[in-house]
Nanobody
Framework: QVQLVESGGGLAQPGGSLSLSCVVS????????MAWYRQVPGSVRERELV?????????TYAAPVKGRFTISRDNAKNTVFLQMNALKFEDTNIYYC????????????????????WGQGARVTVSS
């Protein structure tokens, strides 16, 4: 069984930074692309892609976070990271990670049912 455990997040002021981590177990981590998602505003069943990193470490970012967020991975620790800088009010959300094929990078919106497993997410609040 795949387990995804997100951590990090918290409260930051606009312009501040936060970092997220996601530890993955139950799968061959290094063979999979990893992605970070957040809730689509107004929808409980859809999540939008924030950033993705392939097994070859190629990265993709959603337009709203490009240049501010950085995704990375440590295959030895089965962990994917999301460094969030220059945070904005609109980054307030719950962030989730997931694993899949390299096609993750092409799916800007996913449904909860697109994946068999989800973690509990990491809450990020940007407030002054």
């Amino acid at each position: 069984q795949v387990q995804l455990v997100e951590s990090g997040g918290g409260l930051a002021q606009p312009g501040g930074s936060l970092s997220l981590s996601c530890v993955v177990s139950g799968t061959f981590f290094s063979a999979y692309a990893m992605a970070w998602y957040r809730q689509v505003p107004g929808s409980v069943r859809e999540r939008e892609l924030v950033a993705a990193i392939t097994s070859e470490h190629s990265t993709t970012y959603a337009a709203p976070v490009k240049g501010r967020f950085t995704i990375s991975r440590d295959n030895a620790k089965n962990t994917v990271f999301l460094q969030m800088n220059a945070l904005k009010f609109e980054d307030t959300n719950i962030y989730y990670c997931n694993a899949g094929t390299d096609q993750l990078a092409t799916m800007s919106i996913v449904s909860l049912t697109d994946f068999a497993y989800w973690g509990q997410g990491a809450r990020v609040t940007v407030s002054s």
